[in-house]
């Protein structure tokens, strides 16, 4: 059984900081992708950062700059650094964990996700 556990979210001011959590259990962490979505109220899951077992990142330009994605292969978990947060970052925020990997980058022929963890920025 694959399990994606996200934590770290809350209700911060503009301007703030957060770091979000996802811990993996059931498998290794080698040899995929792991990232970040996010949805809001009436919006559609939009990417927001994505890094491959490589150590590539990629983000999306709403986030560029602000938010940095990372990864402890020992602990099976990947991170997301969001400062300088804005009232548009509200929103559910979900981990997921997809391959394979190529050269291009990471494809989502397979994949998991967790329950997400809610961001509030006011």
């Known amino acids: 059984h694959v399990q994606l556990v996200e934590s770290g979210g809350g209700s911060v001011q503009a301007g703030g900081s957060l770091r979000l959590s996802c811990a993996a259990s059931?498998?290794?962490?080698?040899?995929?992708?792991m990232g970040w979505y996010r949805q809001a109220p009436g919006k559609e899951r939009e990417g927001v950062a994505v890094?491959?077992?490589?150590?590539?990142?990629s983000y999306a330009d709403s986030v560029k700059g602000r938010f940095t994605i990372s990864k402890d292969n020992a602990k099976n978990t990947v991170y997301l650094q969001m400062n300088k947060l804005k009232p548009e970052d509200t929103a559910m925020y979900y981990c997921?964990?997809?391959?394979?990997?190529?050269?291009?980058?990471?494809?989502?022929?397979?994949?998991?996700w967790g329950q997400g963890t809610q961001v509030t920025v006011s």
């Open positions: 997921g964990a997809y391959g394979p990997v190529v050269p291009e980058g990471c494809r989502s022929d397979w994949g998991y």
């Open positions: 059931g498998y290794s962490n080698s040899m995929y992708c």
């Open positions: 890094i491959s077992s490589d150590g590539r990142t």
